[in-house]
T-cell receptor
């Protein structure tokens, strides 16, 4: 299984600012995904981070609000822009390899917007 | 993508076997069934995956009837550390991504294990 780290682990931000979250994997992976998990809720897929091309966003999520980069096969960033208190959530990245049908998740980034 | 239905919560005692059933009536031919476990303040962790019949690993068993319209995660002899939320996912391939793939989480089942 892949070992995944996320930075920062938590942050408190002011409304109107942005936060960039980093996801680093210890091996090359085919797929990388970003999820949001609001307090007490299930996980919601934000987008698939595609290496070398624009991310694929799920319904209800747009690039202007959640720009994503994936410069190589081991690293991705998610930026949450123009923060509002409604963005307070846990953001998780996950990965999948070419030969496995399972996802491995990072520890998450807990964001609080004041 | 097949929609899943699970009980919202379950209670058990240490040492008991726990069975959590997931309904997925419109599962497609190519869909896998995958279960994840999530502890508070952690990302979900893969438990087990199957396509049909029975799958067993070191932590759990997965029972899938012939019609595949449901599946049951079986946790043998649970301990306090098994208190967590358990998610059932049904989808074609994680490599398809998004709503076509194995990436849509339902509400999950909150399992509470008591001493």
């Amino acid at each position: 299984s892949a070992v995944i780290s996320q930075k920062p682990s938590r942050d408190i931000c002011q409304r109107g600012t942005s936060l960039t979250i980093q996801c680093q994997v210890d091996s090359q992976v085919t797929m990388m995904f970003w999820y949001r998990q609001q307090p007490g809720q299930s996980l919601t897929l934000i987008a698939t981070a595609n290496q070398g091309s624009e991310a694929t966003y799920e319904s209800g999520f747009v690039i202007d609000k959640f720009p994503i980069s994936r410069p190589n096969l081991t690293f991705s960033t998610l930026t949450v822009s123009n923060l509002s208190p409604e963005d307070s959530s846990i953001y998780l990245c996950s990965v999948a390899t070419a030969y496995q049908e399972t996802q491995y998740f990072g520890p998450g980034t807990r964001l609080l917007v004041l | 993508l097949a929609k899943t239905t699970q009980p919202i919560s379950m209670d058990s005692y240490e040492g008991q076997e726990v069975n959590i059933t997931c309904s997925h009536n419109n599962i497609a031919t190519n869909d896998y069934i995958t279960w994840y476990q999530q502890f508070p303040s952690q990302g979900p962790r893969f438990i087990i995956q199957g396509y049909k019949t029975k799958v067993t690993n070191e932590v759990a068993s997965l029972f899938i009837p012939a019609d595949r319209k449901s599946s049951t995660l079986s946790l043998p002899r649970v301990s306090l550390s098994d208190t967590a939320v358990y998610y059932c996912l049904v989808g074609d391939s994680v490599h398809y991504g998004g709503s076509q793939g194995n990436l849509i989480f339902g509400k999950g089942t909150k399992l509470s294990v008591k001493p």
